[in-house]
């Protein structure tokens, strides 16, 4: 679907819709036909802007036989939405979309903290004895509270 050029497609023109329905059909017989970026941008310069398709390609940093062939099937697209009442949608393409930067930023990262809360045992913590002050390195999944100074034997807590 996207062969080498890749990276360094530029898309500059934003649709001001990403989804075009057409009015009277129900929308469980709606069928939708999906536009990429690629094909709107190249639809929106030469068929819009009336830019030749040699300047086209060099905008998009596109080759002029892979823009045609992009042009070629948007048009396709576009006539069979109209001529087969079907919804566009755009999507897709390589268009990097700066919208959707900040979302999901921190998500996936546990929000509830590690189980147990604060007080649980993490790693490097320590127990303490409260009355000689003996202080022990805590083995995770052993609540301080169980085991007892080996010096002088009072419950240790944790530091
Ligand atoms: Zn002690």
Redesign the pocket.
Known sequence: MCPRPCIGRKVRGRPLSYYFKPSGIPSKHLKETILNHDEFEAVRLIDFQEISQEKASKKMGVSQPTLSRILKSARKKLSEAIIKGKAIKIQGGNLKMPMQRGRGLGQGRNPGGRMGGPLAAGPGGKCK??????KETQIRGQPCMNKK??????Q?TRE
Not at 129 to 134: A, D, H, Q, S, T
Not at 149 to 154: E, L, V
């Open positions: 004895c409260p009355k000689c002050g003996y100074c080996p010096k002088c034997g009072t240790m």
